[in-house]
Each structure stands twice: as structure tokens, then as C-alpha cells.
């Protein structure tokens, strides 16, 4: 089995450039970051998964790391994002495959997932966000339009500057201060990110919490709880794993890291999924 990497380069529909890479053989797993993260920050560099039997498969959303921009400012849609999956599974030439997604990448897989469930084998969702029964009043998308701003006119300085560090517990800060920092200068086109910063907040992945329901795969949720990550609530993830039938909940212990940031132990969880 080997576990070098091979590069991917995918042409979308829409003409948008998708670098990516696949490592390892065995089970196909999709690897799909966060908004303003890229391939690298879903399992951290961890390479449990290619050792446990799997042909690991990830890539940068479009605008993001080394994947060019989209078209279009606005073309950074859960409909897209969905879109650009499928070119990447059949320019990789599989067929079904488990996918994990974090925040963003956990909708842009709840997308996928029903609109082609038969390329999907299970869901790992880490720290969704998504809460489709969320009353939205004219300043929802303030925040997301703010830190826009700030990397556009004043790059990664401006970014973190309009980010609320505050809100992460003291202990914390200074890690997540250096995370954000390593992700905004992994970005080629950081200018691409602030467009995806005001697009994807605005974009649906799914209308009503129900549809979950038709998520037939094995599934497992990983929720953070809110006072380590309060940008991702412990009780959406929780709605998630309660909607879908066959969903394990996974949450660290109290006063511990989130398991979305430790990599090796949600690389096992990830594995563990494969299992079922």
C-alpha cells in the first residue's frame, strides 16, 4: 500500500481549477475543509487514514489554497461547492465514497450527499454550523461581510483583526490566533476568499433540518462544545446526529480540545466509520 501522494488537478464545469491529491488504497474517503481553511486542516496532516487501508482524496475548495478562483464573486454556492465534488470523484474515478467534511465542508457533503446518494458509502459531519431554522434579521451576515473586508483591504492582519478572538477561551487563543494565521498564507488567491467569505454564508446547503432524514449511511457527527468553538454549537450538532438514523454523536470531554482539532483521534473516528 502506498501512501504517497499523487496530485489531482480537476477542470469544473464552470471552468474553475481544482488542486487536489490522492494518497494511500483502499476505501475512498473525500476530505472537505472549512471556509477560509484548506485540504491540509480537515485532519491535520495526520496520515491514520492511509495507513488504515483507505485511498484518502483531498483537495481545496474552489478559491481556496491552490485551487484558482471562481468565475464569478458570488459563484461560491453549496450548490457548486456540490457540483465541483462530483468532478472530483469522477476525474478520480471512484464511484462511492465515504465523505468528511468540516464546517463548510460537512454542508457542502450534506449537500452531496442527497442529491447522489448513491455515490455516497457514509458521513463524517464535524462541526456543522448550518442551522436551517434560523430566523435571519438584516445584520445575520455582518460578521461574514466584516472579516470579507478585512483580508481584502488589509490581508491577514485585517482578518484577524476583525475576527473575535475574545471569544475563545484565554487558554486557547494564542493557538487559534496562529492556526488562522497559517491558513489565511496557504491561499494563492486570498482576495478569492474574501469573495467566499460573503458568498457562502448566504448560500443554502438544504431548506428544512428534516431532509436529513433521507441520509441513509452510516454517519458520525463530531460537535465541539460552545465554550472552546462557539462558532460552531454543540446543538446543531446534536440536531444533526438526532435527525439522521444511523448518526453517532462524538463530543470531546469537558475542559478538553476539540476532537475537529486533534487529528489523529478524529482520523480513528473517521476509520472507525469506515468500519460500519
Known amino acids: 500500500m502506498s501512501q504517497q501522494s499523487v496530485q489531482l488537478s480537476v477542470t469544473t464545469g464552470d471552468g474553475t481549477l481544482i488542486d487536489g491529491e490522492i494518497a494511500g488504497e483502499g476505501t475512498a474517503i473525500v476530505l472537505l475543509h472549512g471556509l477560509t481553511a484548506t485540504r491540509r486542516y480537515v485532519v491535520m496532516g495526520s496520515r491514520v487514514l ?13 478559491g481556496h489554497g491552490r485551487s484558482s478562483p471562481a468565475p464569478d464573486p458570488a459563484a461560491y454556492t453549496y450548490g457548486l461547492l456540490a457540483e465541483d465534488l462530483l468532478d472530483v ?8 465514497a ?18 447522489h446518494p448513491e455515490r455516497v458509502s457514509g458521513l463524517g459531519l464535524i462541526t456543522p454550523a448550518y442551522d436551517p431554522d434560523l430566523t435571519l434579521g438584516p445584520d445575520a451576515y455582518e460578521v ?15 482578518f484577524l483583526a476583525a475576527n473575535d478572538l475574545d471569544a475563545v477561551p484565554e487558554r486557547w487563543r494564542e493557538t487559534v ?8 498564507a ?26 436529513l432524514a433521507r441520509l441513509e449511511v452510516p454517519t458520525v457527527v463530531v460537535g465541539s462544545r460552545d465554550e472552546a468553538d462557539p462558532g460552531h454549537p454543540l446543538a446543531i450538532a446534536q440536531r444533526y446526529a438526532a435527525t439522521i438514523d444511523d448518526a453517532e454523536l462524538v463530543v470531546e470531554e469537558a475542559g478538553s480540545s476539540p476532537i475537529a482539532w486533534q487529528g489523529g483521534r478524529l482520523s480513528k473516528l473517521l476509520a472507525r466509520l469506515a468500519e460500519r
Open 186 to 211: 496557504a491561499h494563492e488567491h486570498p482576495l478569492a476568499v474574501a469573495d467566499a467569505l460573503e458568498a457562502v454564508p448566504r448560500s443554502r446547503p438544504f431548506e428544512r433540518l428534516e431532509e
Open 177 to 184: 490566533e496562529k492556526v488562522l494565521r497559517q491558513r489565511l
Open 144 to 158: 461574514w461581510d466584516r472579516l470579507a473586508q478585512g483580508l481584502r483591504h488589509g490581508g491577514a492582519e485585517g
Open 98 to 115: 465515504k465523505l468528511a467534511g468540516a464546517s463548510m465542508g460537512a454542508h457542502t457533503a450534506v449537500r452531496f450527499a442527497l442529491d
Open 50 to 62: 492511509e495507513r488504515s487501508s483507505h485511498c484518502v482524496i483531498a483537495y481545496d475548495a474552489r
Open 89 to 96: 470523484l469522477d476525474a478520480a474515478g471512484v464511484g462511492r
